[in-house]
């Protein structure tokens, strides 16, 4: 192989795995055959191979060229969405057992300190009913699951909490529902993810909430949790395909609303609720929209097309 | 109303409009289209590659091994071919007026 070759070769390294699949060894020929007999590539040719593929990556990264079956993204979803929001519960686990600890459990008052418990243990019986395959109830769980978000988001009397960094899990849990209702199901879902994804998801829940009880507003132990919800999610959706990328962005809606919480309230704004609902609830929706972490229609042409 | 086609869309579309092409022959073909003054390299051809198939604009047509190598051949598909004809529609009708407009101009111009 010669010099040139391979220099080529590490450029076109450079493009999506996709687009080196389908056009890697067709571009070298391409390459070689129009690259004259020097040793090295010219600049010319650097730059628009470097200019390619970052133009080839932006366009996966937006979804641009409709190359994602929208509904796999969903299937995924399905499957790992009700487990992934399990870690929503981390503070009122850490609520009850501070109550625990004090010895004071029967003086609690749920509605007042923990009111989305119940809400949870729907969640936890529609993550079993989904990896069980009875896909159908836990579509009907979810549902009522999310309900049950919406309503401690709006009505008991921790509502203020969920107007800021907690909107997330109200958005992942009707995103959920929607994947379990429309999508062809957790079945196909775990034909696409990861490795083991349930097992991965459901650690790096348990994990995540560990280290939320544990270093409870410890800075740290909070960034920590983030990096585990973050890694977790990428594995056990298998990031090293484009449908399970879109499915981890769609996972990782909590921690975009934590980001969104870290940017908002050191600047010491204060908006009205409509204000703050739009920018917790609406900021990632259209994060997702603009980013193609909610899945775009793949185009049905009569010709296949290239890719 | 559809957004004018860029000079190197324009051009690939062209050179795949008569035959399908495989990638060194398109890149030859819009050099020659162009008189010699579009000289498009390896990455710009295969980004605007993606991108017109991905709009249907483009297809693969068939692939060939040539001296051990694959050679991919593509063609323009109609929604391409629909395109590149609005596209030549416009470019006349701008044409046309400005031929009037040149016609129309006081010889030695004015003041």
């Known amino acids: ?57 932006l366009r996966r990264a937006v979804g641009a060229d409709g190359g994602i079956d929208p509904r796999g993204v969903l299937a995924i979803v399905s499957l790992l969405g009700p487990i992934s929001i399990l870690a ?7 609520e009850v057992a501070w109550w625990v600890r004090a010895g004071a459990l029967r003086e609690m008052s749920l509605w007042t300190h923990a009111p989305d418990t119940p809400v949870w243990f729907v969640w936890l019986a529609v ?36 107007a800021y960094a907690e909107a997330g899990w109200v958005l992942l849990g009707a995103v959920t529902a929607v994947a379990l209702t429309l999508s062809p199901g957790p079945a196909r879902g775990r034909e696409l993810a990861g490795r ?38 990428a594995v056990a959706t298998g990031i090293g395909a484009r449908v399970g990328r879109r499915a981890a962005l769609v996972l990782l809606v909590p921690v975009m609303t934590v980001a969104i919480e870290a940017v908002v309230v050191p600047l010491a704004f204060r908006p009205n609720g409509t204000v703050t609902a739009l920018i917790f609830y609406g900021v990632p929706l259209v994060v997702l929209l603009t980013l193609g972490g909610w899945p775009r229609g793949v185009r049905r042409e009569p010709d296949q097309p290239v890719t | 109303m559809t957004d004018a086609l860029r000079e190197p869309t ?32 390896a990455g710009t051809l295969y980004t605007a590659l993606d991108r017109l198939s991905s709009d249907g604009w483009v297809v693969i047509d068939r692939e060939e091994v040539v001296d051990g190598r694959l ?18 529609e416009r470019l006349r009708a701008n044409t046309r007026v400005a031929e009037q407009r040149l016609r129309a101009r006081p010889i030695g111009g004015t003041a």
């Open chain 1, 88 to 94: 929503g519960a981390t503070s009122s686990v850490h």
């Open chain 1, 196 to 233: 083991a994804p349930v097992l991965v998801m459901a650690a790096t829940v348990v994990m995540a909430a560990a280290i939320g009880v544990l270093g409870h507003r410890e800075p740290l132990a909070d960034a920590a949790r983030l990096v585990v919800l973050v890694v977790g999610a």
């Open chain 1, 1 to 57: 192989m010669s010099e040139r070759e391979q220099r080529y070769r590490r450029l076109l390294a450079l493009y999506p795995r996709d687009h080196r699949t389908q056009h890697g060894e067709e571009m070298l020929d391409v390459l070689m055959a129009s690259g004259g007999d020097g040793g090295r590539p010219g600049w010319k040719d650097t730059t628009d191979l470097l200019w390619g593929a970052f133009r080839l990556h």
């Open chain 2, 71 to 88: 050679r991919r051949y593509y063609r323009l598909a109609d929604q391409g071919a629909a395109r590149l004809a609005a596209e030549v």
């Open chain 2, 10 to 41: 324009f051009l690939i579309l062209t050179a795949l409009a008569a035959r399908p092409q495989h990638g060194y022959g398109i890149l030859r073909d819009v050099e020659e289209i162009s008189g010699g003054r579009v000289l498009l390299r």
């Open chain 1, 127 to 162: 993550a079993v009913l989904a990896v069980f395959g009875r896909r159908w109830a836990a579509a009907i769980g979810a549902w009522i699951g999310t309900i049950g978000l919406v309503l401690v988001a709006t009505v008991s009397q921790r509502s203020w909490l969920w």
